[in-house]
């Protein structure tokens, strides 16, 4: 199913912008 992996891979955008987030906050 290629809707399921691109879900898949939009989740893992989502979980990486956020822990790009969340370290860029800690940082400052």
Not at 1 to 28: C, D, F, K, P
Request: aromatic share 4%; glycine share 8%.
């Amino acid at each position: 199913m290629q809707i399921l992996s691109r879900i898949i891979m939009i989740l893992a955008w989502v979980i990486l912008a956020g822990a790009l987030q969340s370290a860029e906050g800690a940082r400052v």
